[in-house]
């Protein structure tokens, strides 16, 4: 990234005196200003997380705390009831995830490298589902879960779950697939391998990126999707992160310093995996949204 | 509707593989696609088409009835306007924003990594987290806004941000901003990655401005991200749900009600099913209309 030289040259032969290190250093400056105002409110939400609830009464939420304790996390942990959530979350995000990442990568490949027929009218109504919003879906699959005996079950919400994470991973997939060259999958065809081979064999090792990438924008939507978790499960043993969430909230509507620990447990896995896994995450949002 | 090209270039070249062995491995992900996304859409549109209550085993056909009740619903009114200001603000002040950022970000900026980090970061918390962090800081008295007016002698100005109808909806928009600035401008980024740096240096010696560059190198040049952009944000603007709900349960009043959680209230608090898909139908097929362009652009790209 040094690509300084060049312009600080012609800088220089022009009457502008080296304006360009000092225009770095103020725009460091301002950009670190904003994007602490940026995190601010997650700033906030940690130090109220670790302080006494009176505390926080007696000194406001922008005060540093007097005493630090970690009391807010036992029991927004206990009364959040989030020791179910997470396991129920974490279940879905198993059961759901590679078996979505799966499907779409076949239907991706047969769209990008089998010539299936009507390929484009697949591809456009399964685009098409990029657009649908879920509440338009939510009486019929509620009507479909309750006659299958699904409601208030975590296997109820995986037909849903599938169906709308298709339509982004076959975007990102099968513009992946179309790059891989034909001359590879060609000669593995001429030595015997059936299509289904040279899917695992070597379209999917080759893709590797490309599908850790959805798998990981895949396992977040999963983590935090809520309305059909709202509206299928009714029982707190069988509610995920979001909905759990959202009852603990209204639980701790005036115990201030609980309630930011509680939504500090529900985010801090998320923020974690996002923290380590952003290269994949931003790779994957860029090329899926911009031509493959 | 369907791409009517698509069997007559197939004639082109007859392949070994196409036939039922693609079809085996597209069937899993199109049966799954058609059974909990097709179906269930379609089968909306049939509800909106009966006065279901949601509960009871039978129902009545009533043709258009639903529809035609909508627009002396001032709910629906109310709903309709609140989507359409949703659209329109969070839509233009993220990518502006976003845009921003990014040609600073590509600028001469220390620690870029670590900035394009914490402006992304509010995208990949569950909505209703969003929704609960800043039902946080809008707390009339114990909230943080309200707390850095009365800090610096702004008493005047704190005020139950999301308890009244005059600044519900703008509050539920600013956390809906703050979540999404970060998708544009990571979009945005990778575009400008994409622009020569010759042109700059060149326009340079030219003896261009800065602006003058900006509108005569960077704009043309980010063009297909503009595109995209605003395309997905546009989508995803008509998406809105999880973060009203949550936030203000479409209050104070009916103050933030969007067509998603009107519908839903519709639906599963006054057993009116038939009627809520109808409002479900409305701004799902408005938001199929305008996404159209997107969807045909991606399917002939890839073709």
Do not use: C
Not at chain 2, 15 to 33: D, I, K, N, Q
Not at chain 2, 68 to 90: F, G
Not at chain 2, 266 to 282: C, E, M, S
């Amino acid at each position: 990234m040094t690509t300084v030289l060049m312009p600080e040259a012609t800088i220089a032969t022009t009457h502008t005196p080296p304006k360009k290190a000092k225009g770095g250093l103020s725009t460091t400056v301002v950009m670190t200003l904003v994007a602490l105002l940026w995190i601010s409110p997650l700033v906030l939400l940690i130090i109220t997380a670790v302080r006494p609830l009176s505390d926080f009464v007696a000194n406001g939420p922008l005060s540093w705390p007097s005493t630090f304790t970690f009391q807010n996390f036992a029991d927004a942990w206990n009364i959040g009831n989030f020791a179910t959530t997470y396991r129920n979350s974490l279940i879905l995000l198993i059961l759901k995830v590679p078996l979505g990442v799966f499907v779409s990568a076949m239907l991706a490949y047969a769209l990008a490298k089998l010539r299936i027929r009507f390929g484009r009218t697949i591809m456009y109504t399964v685009f098409l589902g990029l657009t649908i919003p879920i509440y338009i879906t939510i009486v019929p699959v509620f009507v479909m879960a309750r006659s299958a005996g699904l409601t208030d079950s975590l296997i109820g919400l995986i037909g849903p779950y599938l169906a709308f994470g298709i339509p982004f991973e076959v975007l990102v997939l099968q513009s992946f697939f179309r790059q891989l060259p034909d001359e590879i999958l060609e000669a593995a065809r001429i030595d015997g391998a059936g299509a289904w081979r040279i899917f695992l064999t070597i379209v999917l090792p080759l893709s590797a990126p490309a599908l850790v990438t959805v798998f990981i924008l895949d396992a977040v939507a999963t983590w935090n999707e809520f309305l059909f978790a709202l509206i299928l499960l009714n029982s707190d043993a069988h509610k995920t992160i979001p909905v759990g969430l959202l009852n603990f909230q209204g639980q701790f509507s005036n115990n201030n310093t609980g309630l930011a620990a509680g939504i500090l447990i529900a985010v801090v896995p998320i923020l974690i995996a996002y923290t380590f896994l952003q290269r994949w995450i931003v790779g994957g949002l860029t090329a899926g949204a911009s031509k493959g | 509707m369907a791409v009517l090209t698509a069997p007559r270039k197939a004639t082109r070249k007859k392949t070994r593989h196409g036939g039922l062995v693609a079809w085996g491995f597209a069937l899993p992900a199109l049966l799954v696609y058609a059974g909990f996304l097709v179906y269930p859409a379609l089968s909306s549109l049939w509800f909106s088409f009966t006065d279901w209550d949601g509960l009871s085993a039978g129902y009545n056909v009533v043709g258009l009835d639903n529809y035609t009740a909508l627009p002396s619903d001032p709910v629906v009114r109310q709903a309709a306007l609140n989507n359409l200001i949703w659209a329109v603000v969070t839509v233009v002040a993220p990518v502006v924003l976003g845009l921003v950022l990014a040609v600073i970000l590509n600028g001469k900026v220390r620690g870029k990594p670590v900035l394009r980090l914490i402006f992304y970061t509010p995208a990949v918390l569950p909505l209703v987290s969003v929704a609960s962090i800043w039902g946080w800081l809008y707390n009339p008295e114990y909230g943080a806004i309200n707390a850095a007016l009365r800090a610096v002698g702004l008493d005047g100005l704190a005020q139950p941000w999301l308890g009244q109808d005059s600044t519900a909806l703008g509050a539920t928009m600013v956390a809906a901003i703050w979540l999404r600035v970060g998708f544009p401008m990571l979009l945005y980024l990778a575009a400008l990655q994409g622009i020569s740096a010759d042109l700059y240096e060149a326009a340079t010696v030219d003896g261009a401005t800065r602006w003058q560059q900006f509108w005569h190198i960077t704009m043309p040049g980010l063009k297909p991200a503009h595109y995209v952009v605003i395309a997905l944000s546009v989508i995803d603007s008509f998406k809105v749900f999880d973060l009203i709900y949550a936030m203000t349960y479409g209050g104070p009043g009916t103050a933030t009600q969007v067509m998603g959680t009107w519908m839903y209230f519709n639906v599963f608090q006054y057993n009116q099913a038939g009627y809520g898909t109808a409002i479900a139908v409305v701004i799902t097929v408005v938001a199929i209309a305008v996404s159209i362009p997107y969807v045909r652009s991606q399917t002939k790209e890839h073709a």
